[in-house]
């Protein structure tokens, strides 16, 4: 049964996206500070908010802190990062539709059930800027279902770990 349960919340865990400079030696990549987000096209006021900058810089600085990085003042940082969150209406569907119809002539009739709708997309991106030339050199992003819970504590940290567990690439 737990075998199931696992096999079923894994097969519906959105993948991580990333996408970065392959010109970039990460692996010269110590230091690290935190950059303010912008806030330029946030449309969610849970997204926009000093509080969830706060949360995301202490859960990032200590993720980052446990994979070896050092934070230190801006001005010495071989990197920045920062986070960005949008989110979008998109079309979802159940995954599972029954239709049945009949129809002669100028009339017809059919029943259609399950189905479709649309939902709201919550992505939360984690941008890596080098410094020396602020150029963006990595990004990580998870797209999701929005829920009551999607700026929660617990699933920003899951995320956040999920996230930087592709960084640096592991083809570097």
Do not use: H
């Amino acid at each position: 049964m737990a075998l199931l349960l696992l096999v079923g919340l894994t097969a519906c865990a959105t993948p991580i996206q990333t996408e970065y400079d392959r010109d970039i030696a990460f692996s010269d990549y110590q230091t690290f500070a935190w950059k303010v987000p912008s806030r330029e096209g946030v449309e969610d006021p849970a997204g926009d908010s000093e509080i969830l900058d706060r949360r995301m810089a202490r859960l990032i600085s200590d993720a980052l802190e446990a994979r070896g990085y050092e934070s230190v003042p801006a001005e010495e940082a071989d990197f920045l990062i920062t986070y960005r969150t949008t989110t979008r209406r998109g079309d979802r569907s159940s995954g599972s539709s029954i239709s049945i119809g009949m129809g002669s002539g100028n009339v017809g009739g059919g029943v259609r059930l399950g189905g479709g709708g649309s939902q709201t997309q919550s992505v939360l991106m984690l941008d890596i800027i080098d410094r020396s030339d602020d150029t963006l050199v990595w990004r990580g992003w998870e797209e999701s279902q929005q829920g009551q819970s999607r700026w929660s504590e617990d699933r920003l940290k899951r995320l956040v770990n999920r996230l930087l567990n592709e960084f640096p690439p592991s083809n570097q």
